[in-house]
Structure formats: C-alpha cells, structure tokens
DNA sequence: AAGTTGGTCAACCGCATCAAC
DNA sequence: TGTTGATGCGGTTGACCAACT
C-alpha cells in the first residue's frame, strides 16, 4: 500500500482563491510551517486540493515575492538562463530572487519571445534566425522541429553542468569560459546587487533565507527591498494573522489594505 | 456605445520523479 | 522490491481587461 491520496475530488473547490481563503492559508502557513501540503487544506480549514495550496503560496502569497514586471536586468538574466537552460522555469526562477517559475513563463510568453523574434533571434535556440534559416536549409526536412527541441535539451544539460559548478562555488567570480554576451549579462547583473548576489547562490539556500526571513526574522531588514515587502503585505492582510512584529508604518500599509479589501 | 480582438496572468492539468508503504 | 501516492514541474487554458473598430 501507498499512501492516502491527497484530496478526494468531491467537494474540491476550484477556481480563483478568495481573499478569505488566502488569509486562511498564509494564516496556517506562518503559524505551522511549510510541511505536507496534503494536510494543509482539512488543517486550515479550506476546501481546496494541497497541490492548488502549494502552488497559490508558491505564486502568489509567499511573503518575499516580488511584483510587478520584470526589470531590465531581470529579462536579460532569463534569457540568458534560458539558453542556458531552455525551458526549464523552476531553474530559472530560483536564480531571480522574489520571482516565481509561472510568473517567469508568463513573462517569457508575453514579452520576451516576442522581443527576441523582433530582434530577429530565436525564441527556442537562441540563434539568429537568419542563420537557422541557412542551416535548415543543409538539414533534412523530417528533423526541423525535434532538433530544436533536441538540440535545446541538450544545451540545457550540458550547462546544468555548468551551472551546478557556479553554484557550488561561492565566488562571485564568473567563470571563466563566459561568451561576450555572458559579459554583457554580468555587466547588467553587477549594476543590480540583488542579481548579482542571486546568481551565484546554491538554489536550495536561497529556499531556506526566504524561508527563514518569515519564519525567524519576521520582515527583512528595511534597507533591503522594504517597499516590496511592503507591498507584499498589502495583499497579505497580516494584521489579522496575530503577528505582533510589525511596525506602525506597516500597519498604515494593511490598513490601505484594509480599506481594498473592504472594497471586495 | 457595443462588439471584437489581443494581451496578460492566475490557476488547472497531466506527466515525471521521488519516497513511503 | 514493487506499488502507489505526494510533490514538483512545464504546458495549457480561460477569465478578465484594455485597446481598437
């Protein structure tokens, strides 16, 4: 025998999340910790399925998310990575701090495949079109689309190589085979500290920080990011969770949020 | 003003992998 | 050690909104 599944689908509740639900979640989450999300909705009382708990949490209310679009840097970053990587959104997203792998695939889809075939470079290789053109043309027809693919998943594990060896090291050195384009990157990476702190840091601890700054810390400290954490918790409505850490000028921020929600 | 189209993004679906039994 | 469920991930969908006709 396995285990007990983890929802039964009567009575699942799907759809948009509710500002009540979220407040249920992120008030259990910040009280019990991240564990076992199969338990969390009959624990926190919602009727929704553990895997639509985790992933509105993952997306949408965890506490270090940032918001908005993603900025210069950041959409240099993901292509980069992206060629590095292909699509591979959860690597990508663990090297943008406060970004989540669905907001960076949604950005990828929206904008930047289209800014990438505007500038006449291929959304899925990298390459620039006219030279895929000429080498598709050498090629036999039948092996056009899967040695896109092919050649992209590739790539990608080639540089997971790669990739773990940055993030084992803990230089902030780049390495030392990097492209002129990489510079580029670096250049963009360096003129924001955030990146370029990220992008060197083993995955699983940046997991842990951002956990640990809700779990221990409370809030981050107020030189780093404090209006995004700020509005963050507008749309948290954490003066209903019982936290007593929070400082006036904070609580002015949820009683903004107040008022919106109000409003709903 | 009403209808249509296109863009955006939250949420769902299904598959792969891992771990519990 | 095989089976089965949990979890994580990438792809896709659909609701909502703004711009356009």
Redesign the pocket.
Known sequence: ???????DKLGV?????TAEEDKKLINFILTNGQ?????VPKLAGLR?????C???W???LRPDLKRG?LSEAEEQLVIDLHAR?G????????RLPGR????I???W???IK?KLLKMGVDPVTHEPLHKQLLSEEAEAPSSDASHSQESGNRCAAENDSIINSEANSSSSRPPENCSSDDSLLLDNICKNESLGKSMWIDEAALVDESWENICHVGLPSVEENSCAWLLDCQDFGIHDFGLDCFSDIEFNVLNTLEMGENIN
């Open positions: 025998m396995g285990r007990q599944p983890c929802c509740k799907k759809g948009p999340w564990c076992c999300w199969r338990a929704r399925c553990g895997k639509s985790r992933l509105r993952t997306n949408y679009l990587l699509n591979r959104w959860s690597k990508i997203a663990a989540t792998d669905n907001e695939k949604n950005h889809n929206t904008h289209k």
